[in-house]
């Protein structure tokens, strides 16, 4: 089973729709989570952490369920901008050593039409 | 307040040759990540840094690749007699500590390796 599952898309969405991804991981001592956007070509970008009381940033809201080992990001009103793979990442923080690493999952692909 | 900084952008090897990638990690952060991105795939944890120190390089093939972060400069990727299966993008990351938000890591620019 692989640390960090998400359905790869692509969503297809006309501009100002809502859409949500969703994330599974799979060590329940994962102890920081992210969500990340990478443009075609481009490097990763921190978009917010996700903590457990759920948190919002503008348009975005993720929330975490640490009872199911999931992680969701919401987008409302969505922008041609907002086309991009958005990475659901975890960090096991000091769980066996690991400390700062980062594990991906492979994006899910966000395409907003006019 | 500058980002991370990596160098070359581009850079292009022959088979056997060796690559150097270099990380400059943000102002005032001193933890520094390597990742590997593979055509079409997810980014792979290499090995991560602090001055002087490797703290974890669990994901670093156990042949030909090194890393360091010196006192002094940046930190270095060495990739000795690359073969065309070393052809990625390597993307370095920085954060300020590891735990709290401080272990939210950003992101350079990356290096694209191509191995002909």
């Known amino acids: 089973r692989k640390e960090v599952e998400q359905d790869p898309g692509p969503f297809n969405v006309p501009e100002g729709a809502t859409v949500a991804f969703n994330c599974t991981y799979s060590?329940?001592?994962?102890?920081?989570f992210f969500w990340y956007r990478q443009d075609c070509r481009k490097e990763p970008k921190l978009l917010m952490s996700?903590?457990?009381s759920g948190n919002e940033d503008g348009r975005f809201t993720a929330q975490l369920n640490r009872a199911s080992q999931y992680i969701s990001l919401l987008i409302r009103d969505s922008k041609l901008s907002d086309s991009a793979t958005y990475l659901c990442?975890?960090?096991?923080?000091?769980?066996?050593?690991?400390?700062?690493?980062?594990?991906f999952g492979k994006g899910t692909k966000l395409s907003v039409k006019p | 307040n500058a980002g991370v900084m990596q160098n070359p952008r581009h850079l292009v090897r022959r088979r056997g040759q060796e690559a150097r990638l270099r990380c400059s990690p943000m102002?005032?952060?001193?933890?520094v990540y390597w990742y590997r991105q593979l055509p079409e795939e997810g980014l792979k944890f290499m090995v991560y840094?602090?001055?002087?120190?490797?703290?974890?390089e669990s994901g670093m093939p156990k042949e030909r690749f090194s890393a360091e972060f010196p006192k002094e400069g940046p930190s270095i990727l060495r990739i000795q007699q690359v073969v065309r299966g070393d052809s990625a993008a390597y993307f370095c990351?920085?954060?300020?500590?590891?735990?709290?938000?401080?272990?939210?890591?950003?992101f350079g620019p990356g290096t694209r390796l191509t191995v002909t």
């Open positions: 060590n329940s001592a994962s102890q920081s």
């Open positions: 102002k005032g952060h001193s933890h």
């Open positions: 990442v975890v960090n096991y923080g000091d769980y066996g050593g690991s400390q700062g690493n980062l594990i």
């Open positions: 996700v903590y457990s």
């Open positions: 990351a920085s954060s300020p500590g590891t735990s709290g938000t401080g272990n939210e890591q950003y």
């Open positions: 840094l602090q001055k002087e120190n490797i703290i974890d």
